[in-house]
């Protein structure tokens, strides 16, 4: 084998990136492009992009399906069960204080006046954070629509599945208004679940947009915050060095427009490696 | 509602969610896969299972990595394909197609025009790429070829049809100009 062929073989990877939106690679090909893709964040980009693109070409064709389709789709979807979308969560209680589970509000915090602070004070232990979030998550739940709390089931499942991570940790920061993000996260399961906590107030056609920040690359929207529901972030991987929030538009932004409200350091729940 | 909300709802559970975004995706589900497809009969069985496997599987959309739509979409053509291929390499087992391939502009317009106006600008923009790069996209996006069998057909090299569907879908980008 020529000295190049190492180099030739990896350069041709990346090129794969179209025939792989176009799902025009063969299935071995396919497996062994997505494993590349774990590691290869220029083609994550690229194939999002050019997955985009096929979607196009794929709406284009749009043509009504045949009337007597969708009574048999719904009907099948009464008797089909629903996957939880990864392995089957393991039940294991969090070791938390009652107040987490809505019986009773958090504990408050209080504070001598400073005169200059840092912004965000990151909490002493894990628990009291983790405590925070939780208790941000179920202080929620009244007055809810049945869809609503279907959702909210789902997210649920996802809380779930990150607070039963063996490397789950949390981490919270608070300001001098006593508003508040918090951050459960595992590192292994690249997940997170990220609370505000007093920040709801906004003008009309305003949201808050959670930003993941690594080191020299564009910040990545992470979701819009619905007034206190938390996100849920999959996906990070292990260079994210911290989560920030700014204020946006209706909709979001491609990229952050303003100064964040608050940034929050990931090194202590594993990440920014 | 939008799709991505409904389906943040049907993984939750949500019948009667699932039943508005059935009204929002079953016809881009169905002219898709009636495209790559073509047999009737059969296209409406993907269908079926693509829109099924949505309701099974919706706990897997992740709103942070594009839209429902692409979500539902981009799992339709990957079924559709799959049907497409195994059905061929039946055929292919029987008798060798010819490898002739003649294109005319891209002008396979199916009879039922729902999604009018996209489906002209789509075509239109197709029509502005090289030859080349039209035959290498939709062959591979419309009649389910995989690369190397594009290659094959238009007796071009494979880097050459790699690079050809790079650049024939980021002209198709900028050429719709990414109006949704």
Redesign the interface.
């Given at each position: 084998m020529s000295v190049l062929g190492p180099l030739f073989r990896r350069e041709d990877r990346h090129s794969l990136a179209a025939p792989y939106a176009l799902d025009a690679l063969e299935p071995d090909e396919r497996r062994r492009f997505e494993k590349h893709l774990q590691k290869c964040g220029r083609c994550t980009v690229e194939v999002r992009a050019l997955s985009e693109d096929a979607v196009r070409l794929a709406w284009s064709q749009a043509a009504p399906p045949p009337a007597a389709m969708r009574e048999r789709v719904l009907a099948a979807v009464q008797r089909t069960p629903q996957e939880l979308g990864r392995a089957p969560v393991r039940e294991r209680a969090p070791q938390l204080p009652p107040h987490v589970w809505g019986t009773e509000p958090p504990p408050g915090r209080s504070r001598a006046p400073r005169a200059r602070r840092p912004l965000f004070v990151p909490f002493a232990t894990a628990t009291a954070a983790a405590a925070l979030v939780v208790a941000g998550l179920f202080a929620v739940q009244a007055n809810r629509t049945q869809d609503q709390l279907d959702a909210q089931r789902t997210q649920a499942r996802e809380i779930a599945h990150v607070l039963a991570a063996p490397d789950v940790r949390a981490t919270t920061g608070t300001d001098e208004r006593g508003r508040s993000i918090g951050v459960i996260a595992s590192a292994s399961e690249k997940e997170a679940v990220i609370t505000l906590t007093g920040y709801a107030d906004l003008p009309t056609g305003r949201v808050h947009q959670l930003w993941l920040m690594r080191p020299n690359v564009q910040p990545r929207s992470l979701g819009l915050f619905e007034g206190d529901t938390p996100l849920v972030a999959t996906g990070l991987d292990r260079t994210a060095t911290s989560l920030a929030v700014t204020v946006e538009p209706d909709g979001g932004s491609a990229q952050p427009t303003s100064q964040p409200v608050v940034q929050l350091t990931l090194k202590s729940v594993g990440f920014g490696e | 509602m939008e799709a991505d909300e409904l389906l943040?709802?049907v993984?939750?559970?949500?019948?009667?969610?699932?039943?508005q975004l059935?009204g929002l995706v079953?016809?881009?589900?169905?002219?898709?896969v009636?495209?790559v497809v073509r047999d009737p009969a059969q296209s409406?069985e993907v269908?079926?299972e693509v829109?099924?496997e949505a309701?099974?599987?919706?706990?897997?959309f992740?709103?942070?990595?594009?839209s429902a739509?692409?979500w539902i979409?981009?799992l339709?053509?990957?079924r559709a394909?799959d049907r497409v291929r195994s059905a061929r390499a039946a055929v292919d087992r029987e008798q060798r197609e010819g490898r002739r391939y003649h294109d005319p502009a891209f002008d396979q317009v199916?009879e039922?025009v729902?999604?009018g106006l996209?489906?002209e600008?789509?075509?239109r923009c197709l029509n502005r790429l090289t030859a080349l790069q039209r035959q290498s996209?939709t062959l591979?996006?419309?009649d389910?070829?995989?690369?190397?069998e594009?290659a094959e057909r238009l007796s071009l090299p494979l880097?050459t049809?790699?690079?050809r569907?790079?650049d024939g879908?980021?002209r198709?980008?900028h050429c719709?100009g990414g109006a949704a």
């Open positions: - | 943040v709802l993984a939750g559970g949500d019948q009667k969610a699932f039943e059935y079953s016809g881009p589900v169905f002219g898709l009636r495209r409406e269908t079926q829109l099924l309701w099974r599987s919706a706990a897997r992740d709103p942070g990595r594009g739509l692409s979409l981009t339709a053509h990957r394909v199916s039922e729902e999604a996209e489906r600008l789509v075509r996209v591979a996006y419309y389910g070829y995989t690369y190397r594009v880097g049809v790699k690079t569907m790079r879908l980021t198709l980008r719709l």
